[in-house]
């Protein structure tokens, strides 16, 4: 099979440990995690020694040659185009978070050079947003999760973010490694496997970034669980979800939350915000923030 001029070609240069090398290396290692899923495994083929599809499978799928699909699973920085990075989610029958987690690392090969520029504090005009929603807990977060502020009512149902600076002023690294954080949430495995799920594919047009990547490795080197699950290759996108936790007093305490991405702010801060999901929940919730009222001022 011949490959197009137009379908991938060498990106220039970063033939080292360079950011595209790093691209390329999550794309492919992506690749092969949704090849190798048992789902794929091809009806009627008899007994096979793969699990999933093979590589030739996929190319001929993709109507691409086997030795340019060779060099994406093997994380050579190779630049695909959009119809082929199309091309290739139908192949590995890719969901709609997959499929577009795909285009974000594609795109990051592509791109010459990182994009994102850590942010390292909030506004003051942020902080002062949040700080109003005394109600409601509310924290702001950069591209790597770092909490860069959080509101009264974050820190009465959900602990102090400063208590241990590397642990508690991260929201993944407080899900796997703060032992209070584990013993808070009623249903923590399943609210850190979608974190991890959130940041994966909230990540994609980061992982060409030696600090996001560095995080990422840091972390799997600190919490085996947090290895595993990022290892899984889960996506899943933000949206509105439900958390159950124990209030301080030890009610069950149930809230919907989100993220968004406030406006005139740089491109990685969101802000997240939760509300009690019911009224019993908006009287645990009451209850909790008494300590915590308009007398109070918020720490800055």
């Known amino acids: ?25 999550a794309l492919g290692d992506f690749l092969r995690r949704m090849r190798s899923r048992p789902a794929l495994a091809v009806a009627g083929g008899g007994r096979r020694r793969v699990t999933g599809l093979r590589r030739e499978e996929v190319a001929v799928a ?8 060779t060099w994406l699973e093997q994380g050579r920085p190779v630049r695909t185009s959009p119809r082929t990075v199309r091309a290739l989610a139908r192949a590995l029958r890719l969901g709609e978070a997959e499929a577009a987690h795909l285009a974000r690392l594609a795109d990051a090969v592509a791109s010459a050079a990182p994009r994102w520029r850590r942010t390292a504090q909030a506004s003051p005009a942020l902080r002062a947003m949040v700080d109003g929603l005394r109600d409601s807990p509310a924290y702001v977060v950069n591209g790597r999760w770092d909490v860069l502020h959080a509101n009264a009512a974050a820190r009465a149902v959900l602990g102090s ?6 642990v508690t002023d991260n929201v993944l690294a407080r899900l796997f490694l703060d032992p209070g954080w584990r013993g808070r949430f009623l249903d ?25 990547n560095a995080f990422v490795a840091d972390l799997a080197a600190r919490s085996p669980e947090f290895a595993h699950a990022w290892e899984s290759q889960a996506l899943a996108d933000a949206h509105l979800r439900r958390k159950r936790l124990a209030a301080p007093g030890g009610e069950p305490l149930e809230l919907l939350y989100a993220s968004f991405a406030p406006e ?3 491109e990685d801060v969101r802000v997240v915000l939760y509300v ?10 009451a209850r909790a923030l008494r300590p915590f009222g308009p007398a109070r001022r918020p720490a800055r």
């Open 62 to 69: 993709a109507n691409i040659s086997i030795t340019w699909y």
């Open 276 to 285: 009690p999901a019911d009224d019993a929940a908006r009287g645990v919730l």
């Open 264 to 266: 005139g702010e740089p």
């Open 188 to 212: 923590w495995e399943a609210v850190a496997s979608s974190a991890v799920a959130q940041f994966r594919a909230a990540g994609g047009r980061l992982v060409a970034h030696p600090d996001w």
């Open 1 to 25: 099979m011949v490959m197009p001029a137009s379908v991938a070609r060498k990106v220039p240069g970063d033939a080292g440990g360079g950011t595209t090398t790093l691209a390329a290396r």
């Open 161 to 166: 973010f400063e208590a241990t600076p590397g």
